[in-house]
């Protein structure tokens, strides 16, 4: 078998949110977002799928101006670990900062999920999703949790899913996108709006 072969084997679906509501050097949200795209190439991705570009309000409601959310679906051999790593060089480059839970930021790159898989494992999985809002604010895992603990529970993140993956799998509850956006309360599915 031809290395080629080979690799192409052992690549990796990677659905990941995209997020901005800050200026960068005074370039606006959906202009971030729309520059950022050009990135994933040079980090070693191909860049299958965008979902279109929405207003959304700023989450908590009250932390800030609102967001501009997309998402996209990027194919790679890289492991979680390191694709979260070449995600976050990226937002670098955007001039993401990490001074807060849930702050304003130029950039927001999260890795929703890779294929299938459970990380660490199922245990920290349901520690994560479980744990209170309260909880939620303050604290954050050490180690990538994959699923995203809280991709279903998201309208802004679920409708952009919806345009490119809608019947991506989460593999814990066994409900698709669409299946786990018709859970979302109507209030929060309607202020998510297409630019």
Same mark, same amino acid.
């Given at each position: 078998?031809?290395?080629?072969? %080979?690799?192409? @084997? ?9 997020? +901005?509501?800050? @200026?960068?050097?005074?370039?606006? #949200? ?10 994933? +190439? ?8 965008? +979902?279109?570009? /929405? ?11 609102? /967001?501009?959310?997309?998402? $996209? ?16 060089? %990226? ?7 990490? &001074? ?9 790159? *999260?890795?929703?999920?890779?294929? =299938?898989? $459970?990380?660490?494992?199922? &245990? ?7 744990? #209170? =809002? ?7 895992? @050490? ?19 919806? *345009? $490119? ?21 109507? +209030? ?8």
């Amino acid at each position: 078998m031809e290395l080629g072969t %080979i690799m192409a @084997e052992n690549r990796s679906t990677y659905l990941v949110a995209m997020g +901005s509501n800050l @200026e960068d050097e005074g370039t606006i #949200p959906l202009e971030i977002l729309q520059m950022c795209l050009a990135e994933f +190439s040079g980090e070693g991705f191909d860049l299958v799928a965008v +979902s279109r570009f /929405y207003a959304t309000p700023c989450f908590p409601a009250g932390a800030g101006p609102d /967001y501009v959310n997309a998402a $996209i679906v990027l194919r790679g051999a890289f492991s979680a670990d390191e694709t979260l790593r070449r995600l976050h060089k %990226i937002e670098t480059k955007f001039h993401r900062r990490r &001074q807060q839970r849930w702050g304003m930021r130029t950039l927001d790159l *999260d890795l929703l999920a890779v294929d =299938q898989e $459970i990380a660490p494992d199922i &245990q920290t999985f349901n520690h994560w999703h479980s744990l #209170p =809002q309260s909880e939620q604010r303050t604290k954050a895992p @050490e180690h990538l949790i994959l699923p995203h603990p809280r991709v279903q529970d998201r309208a802004f993140v679920l409708v952009p899913l919806r *345009d $490119i993956a809608p019947d991506w799998v989460h593999p814990v509850f066994k409900l698709s996108v669409r299946e786990m956006l018709k859970r979302c309360p109507a +209030s929060d599915v309607a202020e998510v709006r297409a630019l």
